[in-house]
């Protein structure tokens, strides 16, 4: 058995150890918001969080994560409850078809400087059909920061409130 | 699938050569891209990312000492790396992009042994030595001889990389470079990288030049011919213009999807010329 904590949450897979962690996120957990693009680790769709750092999920197996914690972009906002970064990309056109966009925000997440430079050396692993890139770069310089602060504050409060839910 | 999980160096070892077919796995990167091809199915893989002994970067007496499993990202970011072998720490940062840095591992770079090996010609200037282990014990083997071609090494059966060892070098040089040169900025894979290093004496004659290019043969190349050429003599444009024409003698480019032969020796020429030159480089 495989045991890691996703989005706060312990979890645990009885499956196939080499089963890509982007497959046992979507396909075992439901989690859908890590996209599948290319399956081999060049357009950032399956980007998540492994211990805080972003990694392409199609290039994971699950065996190791093992005793790590991942992070998926359901620990960010939710509809009607989006997180700073998330509002940004919707203010600034950062969004078209989305498919690109829940990678995106875990990476961008965890940039440091968000200067519209830093942002687009920082997000070299992500490719989107639509937008163009320019309001993504937008969209992420714009959003208040540092935006590592806000995502793991937001986790804090939706973790305090499915304890008080309990 | 069965995967095999070491906790230490021993026990990696151990089940090595107890299942020599295992197929050792760091930061998966290049395996895991098999895997999705069907390539791997009813292997054994060697998990050795719980190796904690093959992750850290460590100052010993005569160089760092480099595990196996240091990623990327962290070869990148480490004090040591930077202050002493800042091109490798360059190359580093050149590999694929952040998520790949953040996974992918130098001994699993090396192993790979791809012609485009973006860590090569820093190790090759650098003249890092490899370690290997198995049941046997441990062997270092220079950089340069430790491949035997597109996609192999001359590891032998049983035998994992333990770290890379960088010796510190004496004096720091005039000039120094690496330059990838691929179709864009992240994620592309080497047309052809260089590295470079030079001393110049007080009589401004070159003490000593080295340089690699990747991706121009089947290994990693020095450029031995063009090295020894320049050595003791001043630096100026028709011996700089000598030096790129003996840049031939030690390269094969090959024609491929990614460049013409001929375009990545135009581009391997100008960047020697650019650095002999001091054109281009920096410190
Ligand atoms: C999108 C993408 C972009 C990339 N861009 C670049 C790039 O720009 N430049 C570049 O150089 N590479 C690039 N790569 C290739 C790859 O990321 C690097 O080569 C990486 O360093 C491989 O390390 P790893 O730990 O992930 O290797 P793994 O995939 O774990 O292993 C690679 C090979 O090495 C063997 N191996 C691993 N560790 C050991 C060990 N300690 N002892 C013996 N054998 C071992 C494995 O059996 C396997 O054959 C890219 C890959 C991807 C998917
Ligand atoms: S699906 Fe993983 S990087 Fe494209
Ligand atoms: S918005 Fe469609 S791929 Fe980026």
Avoid at chain 1, 16 to 37: I, M, N, Q
Avoid at chain 1, 125 to 150: D, F, N, W
Wanted: proline fraction near 5%.
């Amino acid at each position: 058995m495989i045991a890691f904590t996703v989005n706060g949450r312990k979890r645990s897979f009885k499956g196939p150890p080499f089963k890509r962690l982007l497959d046992v996120l979507r396909e075992d957990f439901g989690l859908t918001a890590t996209k599948e693009g290319c399956g081999e680790g060049e357009c950032g769709a399956c980007t998540v969080l492994l211990d805080g750092k972003p990694v392409t999920a199609c290039l994971v197996p699950v065996c190791q994560a093992q005793g790590r914690k991942v992070e998926t972009a359901e620990s960010l906002g939710r509809p009607g409850r989006l997180n700073p970064l998330q509002r940004s990309f919707q203010e600034n056109a950062g969004v078209q078809c989305g498919f690109c966009t829940p990678g995106l925000l875990m990476s961008a997440s965890r940039l440091k400087k968000t200067d519209p430079e830093a942002v687009r050396v920082g997000l070299a692993g992500h490719l989107c059909r639509c937008t163009g890139y320019m309001h993504i770069v937008e969209s992420v310089s714009k959003a208040p920061s540092p935006l590592r602060e806000r995502s793991t504050a937001a986790l804090r409060g939706r973790r305090a409130l499915a304890r008080r839910k309990r | 699938m069965t995967v095999l999980r070491p906790r230490d160096a021993a026990e990696a070892v151990a089940l090595y050569a107890a299942r020599p077919a295992a197929l050792p796995l760091a930061g998966g990167t290049d395996l895991l891209v098999l895997w999705t091809t069907g390539a791997l199915n009813g292997r054994t893989v060697l998990d050795l990312s719980g190796v904690k002994e093959w992750r850290s970067i460590r100052k010993t007496v005569t160089g760092l000492s480099i595990g196996s499993l240091a990623t990327h990202a962290e070869l990148r970011g480490d004090p040591a790396v930077r202050r002493e072998f800042p091109l490798l720490a360059a190359a580093a940062a050149a590999v694929g992009a952040e998520q790949i840095q953040n996974r992918g591992t130098l001994g699993g770079n090396i192993a790979n042994a791809s012609p485009a090996g973006d860590a090569f010609p820093a190790l090759a200037v650098y003249e890092a030595a490899v370690v290997a282990v198995s049941r046997k014990g441990q062997r270092s083997i220079p950089f340069c001889e430790f491949f035997a071609g597109v996609k192999k090494t001359n590891l032998a059966p049983g035998e994992l990389i333990a770290s890379v060892v960088l010796p510190y070098l004496e004096t720091r040089p005039r000039r120094q470079l690496f330059r990838k040169v691929g179709t864009r900025a992240a994620m592309s894979i080497s047309k052809t990288a260089a590295a470079g290093l030079l001393w110049v004496g007080p009589d401004r004659r070159v003490r000593e030049l080295r340089f690699a290019l990747g991706s121009m043969a089947p290994t990693v190349r020095r450029l031995r011919a063009a090295e020894g050429l320049v050595k003791g003599k001043r630096l100026g444009r028709e011996l700089a213009a000598e030096a790129c024409e003996l840049l031939r003698r030690d390269v094969s480019p090959i024609e491929d999807a990614r460049s013409t032969a001929e375009y990545r020796l135009h581009v391997s020429q100008n960047l020697l010329a650019d650095f002999l030159l001091g054109t281009q480089g920096s410190h």
